[in-house]
Structure formats: structure tokens, C-alpha cells
């Protein structure tokens, strides 16, 4: 139990470590010529931390819940930070837990276990963990169990994506808790979203602890464009024609897919805004607002 203990806080260090070498890299893009964004919790939005959401032995996972002060039964967003598939923490993603609700939805910012903790598929898990947990609390928490959505950016946006497409494959939930709960999605939003994996295998071999050449089928299985489906939630997909970590026409390639599939899909290419466009205040409140609107179009009325 010490053993536990001590590596939880000594994995909390590292994640934040993380968290301030990324804010430090945010902070002096383009020469300091864009700004990182930095917000203040509304006042008509209420906060709780540290919720643990899922659970492996003594190891557990938390979120922070944000809310509008209200009693309404609201939809709810889980909200995925990026970690290059390493690290995933919950305080990244706060502002944007926090504007979202101000507009109207029950957040969750997440974390999840990246490369550094656990293999694939144990992020996709516990981001799947996290929508179970949701539909388990919604009396609580005043949401509707029935209008959930997930948004993310580059490997948030990835496992946004992925967990939108792959409702219903056992293998993906995990044993995390509320296994009695479904983690279908509504909706949802991703932005750079890597969703070809088998184009980056220098970068992913670490996160299978295979190769593409020795284990293509695994690749192609973690890919959210190999499983695009009827069931496949309505998908907005933002990305930056100068992204140079997560090209553009990953987004364009899913688009694509889905649009034969028949299903809604939207797609807007931004031309000078870079890979991580959603940390800086030039770009995140359009993101908010386009978000905002297109989860109120596919949640509320469900």
C-alpha cells in the first residue's frame, strides 16, 4: 500500500512537471507573438476536484467536474488534454472544462494513464472509464445519461475520436469500474487529431512496444479510421493546415471515410494556426464557440 502511495505521488510529480514544461513551451511560441491562454473559473460555474473516476488495484484515476450553478439536467462533455501518448493529465484542459461549461454542459477534465504508465489500449480505457463514470453519477451530477460527448486535442483529440467510433468492442472498456454502464458518445469534437496511426511508427512504437513491420494489424486496430461504423457519433474535426506534428490530412482522410459512410461529419482547416492552436487565446474562444454549438445541436435533444 506504501509501494502504491508513493509511486501515485511520484507519477503526480512527473505528469505536473509535464503540465509546466508545456505551459513553458506554450508560453514562448512564435516568440511570445500568440498568448497561451489563462482563465478564470466563471462566476456561474462551480468546480470539484479530484474525483476518482476509475480504479486498477490501489492505483485510481481522477477528473475535476465542472457545472453551471444550476439544477438542470444537463448534457456532459468529457474534456481529453493532449500528452504526446506519454502523459495524461487534468489540469491542461481546465480552461477548456470551464468555458464549456459556462456554456451550458457538465465538464469533466480527465486523466488517463499515457505510454510512461500503461500500453495501448489503457488510455483508451480510461477514457472510456470516464463516460461510464459519468452515466454511473448522472443523478448526482444532474446530467443527462443519455447526452455525453468527448473533446480533445492531438492525442486527447485521438482518443476522443477513437472512443467515439469503437463503442461496443469489450476489449477497449476495461476494468476500471461502472463496467455496468455504457460508454457510447453522442458526439464528438477533435482537434489535430491523429487518426491514421500507421504514418507515425517511429513515434507510436512506444506506446505498442511493437512495430508497424512486425505488428501492422495491432496499428491498424488502434486507428480510429479503421472502425468507423453506422453506430459512429457525429464527428467536427478542426485541424491546422500548418500543423507539422499531426498533418491535415489525417482530419481530411477521416472526413472522407465518414462521408461515405453517409454520417455527419464537419470539418474546418485553419491556415496559419499551428499543431496545439486550442492553448492560445487567438484561436480558443472560435474553438469554444464552434464546439459549444455544434455539442447543443447533437446532445440537447437527446
Known amino acids: 500500500m506504501i509501494e502504491t502511495f508513493i509511486q501515485r505521488i511520484i507519477i503526480k510529480v512527473i505528469k505536473n512537471i509535464f503540465v509546466l514544461l508545456t505551459l513553458l513551451q506554450l508560453s514562448c511560441a512564435l516568440n511570445a507573438q500568440i498568448s497561451p491562454i489563462y482563465r ?41 488534454s493532449e500528452g504526446g501518448f506519454a502523459n495524461g493529465t487534468k489540469e491542461l484542459n481546465a480552461p477548456m472544462a470551464m468555458m464549456l461549461a459556462e456554456k451550458g454542459f457538465v465538464t469533466v477534465s480527465i486523466e488517463y494513464r499515457g505510454a510512461s504508465e500503461a500500453l495501448f489500449p489503457a488510455s483508451v480505457q480510461d477514457s472510456k472509464a470516464a463516460i461510464r463514470w459519468l452515466r454511473a453519477n448522472a443523478e448526482i451530477y444532474n446530467i443527462n445519461p443519455n447526452a455525453i460527448g468527448a473533446i480533445g486535442g492531438s492525442w486527447g483529440g485521438y482518443l476522443s475520436t477513437y472512443v467515439g467510433v469503437t463503442s461496443g468492442i469489450s476489449e477497449l ?76 490530412e489525417q ?39 464552434q464546439a459549444s454549438m455544434f455539442f447543443h445541436k447533437h446532445l440537447d435533444s437527446k
Open 40 to 80: 478564470e473559473i466563471p462566476d456561474s460555474v462551480s468546480v470539484i476536484e479530484n474525483l476518482t473516476f476509475a480504479q486498477y488495484g490501489d492505483y485510481d484515476l481522477q477528473l475535476d467536474l465542472y457545472r453551471p450553478i444550476s439544477t438542470e439536467i444537463l448534457p456532459a462533455i468529457v474534456v481529453i
Open 173 to 248: 472498456e476495461g476494468n476500471g469500474g461502472s463496467a455496468e454502464f455504457s460508454s457510447h458518445l453522442s458526439a464528438v469534437v477533435g482537434l489535430s487529431t491523429p487518426t491514421n496511426l500507421v504514418i507515425f511508427p517511429p513515434k507510436m512504437e512506444w506506446y505498442f512496444a511493437d512495430t508497424y513491420i512486425d505488428n501492422p494489424t495491432l496499428w491498424e486496430f488502434a486507428s480510429p479510421i479503421t472502425h468507423v461504423s453506422q453506430d459512429s457519433p457525429p464527428l467536427l474535426l478542426i485541424a491546422s493546415q500548418t500543423d507539422d506534428t499531426v498533418p491535415y
Open 251 to 289: 482530419s481530411i482522410e477521416l472526413t472522407q471515410v465518414y462521408a461515405e459512410a453517409g454520417l455527419e461529419i464537419g470539418l474546418q482547416l485553419l491556415p496559419n494556426d499551428g499543431h496545439a492552436f486550442w492553448y492560445f487565446n487567438e484561436s480558443f474562444d472560435e474553438m469554444i464557440e
